[in-house]
C-alpha cells in the first residue's frame, strides 16, 4: 500500500525539475507489459510533448496538483479544441479517446497528474505523431 500525498507529488515535482525533459514518471504498474499503465507523471512548464495520438487505447488523466492546458486536433492537424484542467475551477481530469490527437501546455510549475492507459506499452510511431 502507497499513499499519495503532497510529500510523494513534491519529490517526483524535483525531479522533473532536475530532468532535461522536465517530466518525471512514477510508475504504478509493474512492467511495460502490464495490461494497465497507471502512473504519475510530474510536468513542468516548458516539457515538450509531441501532438500525438494513441491507436489502440483510450488515455485518462486526473490532475492532482497544478494547471494544465490538453489540446485537441483534428485529422488534418488543426487545433479543434482545448480544455483547462483546473481543480480551482472545478476541472479535474478528462479521457482522451483512442485515436484522438492530442497534447499538453503544462501552465503551473509543480503539475502532476495520475495517467492511466491500457498495456502493454506501445512507443508512439513516427505515423502517431505530428508538429505544427
Same mark, same amino acid.
Given at each position: 500500500?502507497?499513499?499519495?500525498?503532497? &510529500?510523494?507529488? @513534491?519529490?517526483?515535482?524535483?525531479?522533473?525539475?532536475?530532468?532535461?525533459?522536465?517530466?518525471?514518471?512514477? @510508475?504504478?504498474? %509493474? +512492467?511495460?507489459?502490464?495490461? *494497465?499503465? !497507471?502512473?504519475? @507523471?510530474?510536468?513542468? =512548464?516548458?516539457? &515538450?510533448? =509531441?501532438?500525438? !495520438?494513441?491507436?489502440?487505447?483510450?488515455?485518462?488523466?486526473?490532475?492532482?496538483?497544478?494547471?494544465?492546458?490538453?489540446?485537441?486536433?483534428?485529422? +488534418?492537424?488543426?487545433?479543434?479544441? +482545448? +480544455?483547462? #484542467?483546473?481543480? *480551482?475551477?472545478?476541472?479535474?481530469?478528462? $479521457?482522451?479517446? *483512442?485515436?484522438?490527437?492530442?497534447?499538453? /501546455?503544462? #501552465? &503551473?510549475?509543480?503539475?502532476?497528474?495520475? /495517467?492511466? %492507459? $491500457?498495456?502493454?506499452?506501445? =512507443?508512439? /510511431? /513516427? $505515423? $502517431?505523431?505530428?508538429?505544427?
Amino acid at each position: 500500500m502507497e499513499i499519495i500525498n503532497l &510529500e510523494l507529488l @513534491n519529490s517526483i515535482t524535483k525531479k522533473a525539475q532536475e530532468s532535461p525533459r522536465l517530466r518525471m514518471n512514477y @510508475n504504478y504498474h %509493474k +512492467s511495460p507489459d502490464s495490461k *494497465a499503465q !497507471r502512473l504519475l @507523471n510530474a510536468l513542468e =512548464p516548458g516539457t &515538450e510533448l =509531441p501532438i500525438h !495520438r494513441h491507436q489502440f487505447t483510450s488515455e485518462t488523466y486526473i490532475l492532482l496538483k497544478g494547471r494544465l492546458k490538453v489540446l485537441f486536433y483534428a485529422e +488534418s492537424h488543426e487545433l479543434i479544441s +482545448s +480544455s483547462e #484542467l483546473d481543480p *480551482a475551477k472545478g476541472v479535474y481530469g478528462v $479521457d482522451i479517446p *483512442a485515436g484522438q490527437w492530442h497534447t499538453v /501546455e503544462v #501552465l &503551473e510549475t509543480g503539475t502532476v497528474i495520475f /495517467e492511466v %492507459k $491500457d498495456g502493454p506499452y506501445m =512507443p508512439i /510511431e /513516427e $505515423d $502517431d505523431m505530428f508538429e505544427v
